[in-house]
């Protein structure tokens, strides 16, 4: 069974799994909300303090990374892969996590994608996730080139997020990495890193677009199955939402594979944007198959 770990904060009266554990970095003080300002001496936390790890739901309360009030809000927690990661956000803030700076995101896939906004940054080591709708609870799944993270989210309740209980940033901390053997030598030739793609002949680039310049990618296309966006790499990447035919818009899987973010799906438009930008690419060849010979008919007299 997975350990559950709650990121941003933890109401006692929604815990039902017992007493929650602070883990802190060597060197680095546990310290309360009422003591921060005070001259109340800290004390240092030992490794001894940790939780067993033996407890099906273990649970532990990130730390500040320093004793400074502003960085509380800046929290850690250390990555094992046998964890599910709970966290809580705030309508109207965001918060980055930020993996490791030789990690890149390739795929991710949230639950309902109606209730959290999630985008990550073009080198593919930071994400960022905010809810989008009120009492928002769903799971989402990172999966890099290095690692999986399973989270589950939940929108905090208005109370807990007007007492500034927000977590600004989470930073994930790793064990070390087992020494590897002599690498193997690399071939020589330079690599493609977008050797991927699909062919030119199967590519439909038929797209139009209104609204931000700013926000238009260099290149977007799709093959029938998934679409394809590319920006200059001097622009960051805007957040990509499928347009439905209710003109609603709905979060997309995507993936980050070399210079480009493959959506894993083909839409009539997709909404981008960053901040109060936004812009709509349109499809101009997207069309829907109608029923042949071959389909279901419809039945007489039913409704």
């Not at 790890?53 to 309360?61: D, F, H, L, M």
């Not at 990172?142 to 905090?156: C, G, P, Q």
């Not at 590519?203 to 998934?226: H, K, M, W």
Request: glycine residues 6%.
């Amino acid at each position: 069974m997975k350990r559950v770990l709650p990121l941003l904060f933890l109401l006692p009266a929604l815990v039902p799994f017992g007493a929650l554990a602070q883990a802190a970095d060597p060197g680095q003080t546990r310290t309360s909300p009422a003591q921060l300002g005070q001259n109340v001496p800290a004390r240092p936390v030992r490794d001894s303090a940790r939780p067993p790890q033996a407890t099906p739901y273990s649970e532990r309360t990130p730390v500040p990374l320093s004793d400074v009030d502003t960085d509380s809000r800046l929290r850690y927690v250390d990555y094992n892969s046998g964890e599910i990661y709970r966290l809580a956000g705030c309508m109207g803030f965001q918060t980055t996590v930020t993996l490791a700076s030789n990690e890149h995101v390739d795929t991710v896939s949230i639950g309902d994608s109606s209730a959290w906004q999630v985008t990550a940054n073009k080198r593919g080591d930071l994400m960022f996730l905010k809810p989008t709708a009120a009492k928002a609870f769903t799971n989402l799944t990172v999966i890099t080139d290095k690692r999986t993270y399973n989270f589950e989210l939940r929108s905090a309740p208005e109370a807990e997020c007007n007492k500034g209980r927000v977590a600004y940033e989470l930073r994930f901390r790793y064990p070390p990495e087992a020494p590897v053997g002599t690498p193997v030598a690399a071939k020589k030739g330079p690599v493609d890193p977008n050797a991927f793609l699909p062919p030119v002949e199967k590519r439909n680039t038929a797209y139009s677009y209104s609204g931000a310049t700013e926000l238009v990618p260099l290149r977007v296309f799709d093959d029938g199955l998934s679409t394809y966006f590319r920006w200059s790499a001097s622009v960051s990447t805007p957040a990509v939402y499928a347009l439905n035919n209710d003109n609603s818009e709905s979060i997309v899987n995507y993936s980050a594979r070399g210079d480009y973010l493959v959506v894993e799906q083909v839409a009539r438009a997709f909404v981008l944007r960053r901040g109060t930008l936004r812009a709509v690419l349109y499809n101009d060849a997207y069309k829907v198959e109608g029923l042949d010979a071959q389909s279901p008919r419809p039945r007489k007299g039913a409704k």
